[in-house]
């Protein structure tokens, strides 16, 4: 959605440049089989690109698969602004492939009454000091988080503390092949202190189960921070925004792993871990 007018021929460079679906499809093929360089790529894609000519109050609607981008340096001494959206029904929310829910994007409130309401509220950090200890709490016990190393979850649990200025008591993790998440529940209920976690994906997958996880640390007044959204279960609206995100992406019934792309290279991997799991067995 541009904010500028670069509808003009002169205004190519500063516009974005894009190729149709099924030339986009043809191409990333054609590189991915011949190997193609990064200038081997812009050649090519360059001879098929075409100027998006637009202007405030219209938008241009394209895909993951559409080939596009600025394609060459911007020679007109102007920038481009305008504002991506994504726009992808609730029937599709597990094929969004790395866009994850919540992490990538945000779902826009259903009502403008609604967002207005949200917007009035107090700053969040003020809800986050209910003088309890902040446990950090990782794991790959989950379709969506098995391949994530609970390293990078660390690194990313020590930055959101970071800058949200709190501080991390200890941390406490889940061997792998516990699906049942018992040092979790310890946490939510047997503990006095709050959760900092990597993802709402890192959730247990039964919705019966995390439902149940969910509201009684929301009942014993325990935070739990999911850094990866930058979401925090404090209040029934939080819970009501998590659910509502689970349910978008049909976390615990997806066809795929969360953040995982339906694509070629997905089904060649699937197959050759299949194949040498067999062997080994």
């Given at each position: 959605m541009p904010f500028v007018d670069v509808t003009a021929d002169?205004?190519?460079?500063?516009?974005?440049?894009?190729?149709p679906?099924?030339?986009?499809?043809?191409?990333?093929?054609?590189?991915?089989?011949?190997?193609?360089?990064?200038?081997?790529?812009?050649e090519v894609w360059g001879k098929h690109a075409h100027q998006i000519k637009a202007g405030p109050g219209s938008c241009c609607l394209f895909s993951q698969e559409h080939i596009h981008g600025s394609g060459m340096p911007n020679t007109t001494g102007k920038t481009r602004i305008s504002m991506d959206f994504r726009i992808a029904e609730g029937l599709y929310g597990d094929l969004l492939g790395r866009?994850?829910?919540?992490?990538?994007f945000h779902l826009i409130p259903d009502t403008e009454a609604e967002e207005e309401r949200l917007a009035q509220l107090p700053p969040r950090e003020i809800s986050f000091n209910n003088d309890k200890k902040n446990i950090f709490y990782v794991a790959n016990n989950s379709a969506a988080t098995f391949s994530i190393p609970v390293h990078l979850q660390r690194y990313m649990l020590y930055d959101y503390m970071n800058k949200k200025g709190l501080s991390c008591d200890y941390e406490l993790f889940d061997l792998e092949d516990m699906l049942h998440c018992p040092t979790l529940w310890h946490l939510i209920e047997d503990r006095s202190a709050n959760t900092v976690m990597y993802s709402i994906f890192a959730?247990?997958?039964?919705?019966?189960?995390?439902?149940?996880?969910?509201?009684?640390?929301?009942?014993?007044?325990n935070i739990i921070h999911f850094v990866n959204e930058d979401l925090q279960l404090v209040n029934q609206d939080?819970?009501?925004?998590?659910?509502?995100?689970?349910?978008f992406s049909k976390y615990g019934r997806s066809r795929l792993p969360i953040g995982l792309p339906l694509s070629d290279t997905t089904k060649a991997f699937f197959n050759k871990w299949s194949t040498s799991l067999a062997e080994y067995q």
């Open positions: 002169e205004d190519k460079t500063r516009s974005m440049q894009i190729i679906i099924k030339k986009s499809r043809e191409l990333a093929k054609y590189a991915i089989d011949n190997k193609l360089t990064m200038q081997q790529m812009t866009k994850m829910p919540a992490g990538y959730l247990p997958e039964v919705e019966t189960e995390r439902n149940r996880l969910l509201e009684t640390a929301l009942r014993r007044g939080d819970l009501k925004t998590i659910k509502q995100y689970l349910e």
